[in-house]
């Protein structure tokens, strides 16, 4: 298992190991309406060279994690607290100039939709050269072979010609395509990539995802991958962490939190992805209600107004009490042990087929 949340603040032995480490972090924004915690309390560990997938809907904080990862945040409207550490180095409180050497060198990430990142001024090619030149000091020659040379390692054919094309001329799986190549071309330790197929159909999407195994076997990034569809990380995550209201609720090896998951969410997610293999014409089962506002979030369990398992638990724990995330594999819910496995098996399991 390559991410182990522990206590909050808690370092251990293991953590001088840790390629990242994230540890109790709150980020909260200052907005006109009062103070959105949009991260409450995260920790975890990601080895290098793994992968850790991030689930969650919009509003449950994956984003904003990555992002202030990154120091992408505005310092001026944003709060953070807690610890970011990438080789042990503290990033919280890093100087932008420093953030801003990691960023596109140590550190790189993939957006959603390529329109957004790549500029429709200057040639793909520029655009994978500059940070080349930038962060690894090569010449202008150089950083262009350089350029083609991941765009042919991305898979964009006749990769010399196509350097010198805008990112209007491409389709969108090749701006997708290209975008990777830009990430990649300074060969980062860590790629974060937020919804990186989301607008992308679904052959296209599968081409990607592969892409993107096979650059981590070479390159030997570790990398975060945000996404709201657990689905899409089944075949490309070692681990996944499941994040609800702006903090973990679940987290596991890929196999235990797709085969055994043990949350009242997760369940919900699983049960509302569509199957190959299942009646096409049955209806989804989303799971009801909205994520709550982050400016006023509920009491206890933050998932409680929308769980239908909390007559389980007994008394009013789960509208008064926050369940806590355990270390190793865990979920946050009052439910035991046994009543998670039982109420999977028995109730959940025959509906996922
Ligand atoms: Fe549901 Fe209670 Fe578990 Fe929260 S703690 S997920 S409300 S059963």
Not at 62 to 75: A, C, D, E, F, R
Not at 211 to 217: I, K, S, V, Y
Request: hydrophobic share 40%; proline share 7%.
């Amino acid at each position: 298992m390559t991410t182990v949340t522990k206590e909050a603040g808690a370092p251990s032995p293991a953590d001088a190991g840790a390629f990242l480490s994230v540890r109790d972090l709150h980020v909260s924004f200052k907005t006109e309406d009062g103070i959105v915690r949009a991260v409450d309390g995260l920790s975890f560990d990601l080895e290098r060279g793994k992968t850790l997938g991030i689930v969650g809907e919009s509003g449950s904080g994956k984003s904003v994690t990555n992002l202030t990862i990154l120091g992408l945040h505005s310092p001026k409207f944003t709060t953070v607290e807690g610890e970011i550490l990438l080789e042990g180095k503290e990033l919280t409180t890093a100087r932008e100039s420093e953030l801003e050497k990691l960023r596109g060198n140590k550190v790189a990430m993939i957006f959603q939709d390529p329109l957004t990142a790549l500029s429709p001024y200057y040639t793909v090619g520029r655009q994978i050269a500059e940070p080349f030149m930038k962060h690894m000091g090569a010449s202008k020659k150089a950083a262009w072979e350089r350029a083609v040379e991941m765009l042919g390692k991305v898979g964009i054919p006749n990769p010399k010609e196509r350097a010198k094309d805008y990112p209007h001329q491409f389709s969108g799986g090749m701006r997708q395509r290209a975008m990777i190549a830009m990430a990649l071309v300074c060969d980062p330790d860590l790629l974060i990539a937020d919804e990186p197929t989301t607008a992308l159909d679904v052959t296209v999407q599968a081409q990607i995802l592969d892409l993107l195994n096979d650059l981590q076997q070479e390159f030997g990034s570790a990398i975060i991958f945000i996404t709201h569809d657990l689905g899409v990380i089944a075949d490309m995550a070692d681990d996944i962490m499941v994040m609800y209201a702006g903090g973990a609720i679940e987290r596991g090896t890929t196999n235990q939190v797709l085969r055994s998951p043990q949350h009242p969410y997760t369940w919900g997610l699983l049960n509302s992805m569509p199957r190959l293999d299942s009646d096409l014409s049955a209806a989804l089962a989303p799971i009801p209600g909205a994520p709550p506002s982050l400016l006023t979030p509920p009491s206890g369990c933050r998932f409680h107004p929308r769980c239908t398992f909390q007559d389980r638990v007994g008394g009013n724990r789960c509208v008064t009490e926050r369940p806590p995330l355990a270390p190793d594999r865990a979920s946050a819910c009052h439910l035991t042990a046994e009543q998670k496995r039982t109420i999977f098996v028995e109730e959940i399991k025959p509906r996922l087929g």
